[in-house]
């Protein structure tokens, strides 16, 4: 597996499914992390996260759960060649932070600050072999908003989409189950 794949697509895509197979081709002598971003704030995204949590116990792979609502967590950091990533997702993440950035003095400095920690954490992964596999949702399809905010959120996402592309070997869309490989 290369050092970075990225896969987006529709919600219910496939994405994760997609994304769990390829990681289980690493073979069983990894460290396999999965860095999960939902927050459990309804009784959706309860079932959601569940689902999740089942299919990764349904696996032969072990994998070790990493909650991360803003930052990494110290604790998912300074991983090695030895281990296995799967993000999940870059849409919930940056919502995430969009709303901590409420709370904050300087809402679009925080914003920024966190998008280049996101990505100085990827490319410092990369230079200690880590394996990741980042999956985001597509959302760039739908005409703009008349809120601010979202057209915002669909620059900063597009943004993003744009440096993971670019910093993946490989990168994927799924829709209806059907994947379409663009790099």
């Known amino acids: 597996m290369d050092w970075l794949i ?3 697509g529709g919600v219910r895509s496939g994405k994760s499914a997609l994304a769990e197979q390829m990681i289980s081709q690493c073979g069983l002598d990894k460290h396999y992390h999965y860095i999960a971003t939902g927050v459990p704030f309804d009784e959706e995204m309860k079932s959601r996260i569940h689902r ?3 299919d990764r116990e349904n696996q032969l792979l072990n994998w070790h759960t990493i909650e991360m609502q803003v930052a990494f967590p110290e604790n998912a950091k300074n ?3 030895n281990d296995v990533l799967l993000f999940e997702c870059v849409t919930t993440w940056l919502s995430n932070v969009m709303y901590a950035a409420e709370r904050v003095k300087d809402p679009q400095q925080f914003i920024h600050t966190q998008i280049a920690l996101f990505q100085q954490q990827l490319l410092f992964w990369q230079e200690r072999s ?3 596999i980042i999956v985001s949702n597509e959302i760039l399809d739908e005409p703009a908003s ?3 905010e979202v057209n915002q959120y669909r620059k900063l996402l597009g943004g993003l989409h744009q440096w993971l592309v ?3 070997e490989e990168a994927y869309e ?3 189950q059907l994947v379409q ?3």
Do not use: A, N, P
């Open 6 to 8: 990225f896969i987006t």
């Open 166 to 168: 670019k910093q993946s």
């Open 174 to 176: 799924v829709q209806f």
């Open 130 to 132: 880590v394996k990741m």
């Open 181 to 183: 490989r663009w790099k």
């Open 146 to 148: 008349k809120y601010d």
């Open 52 to 54: 999740h949590r089942m």
């Open 79 to 81: 991983f090695s060649g």
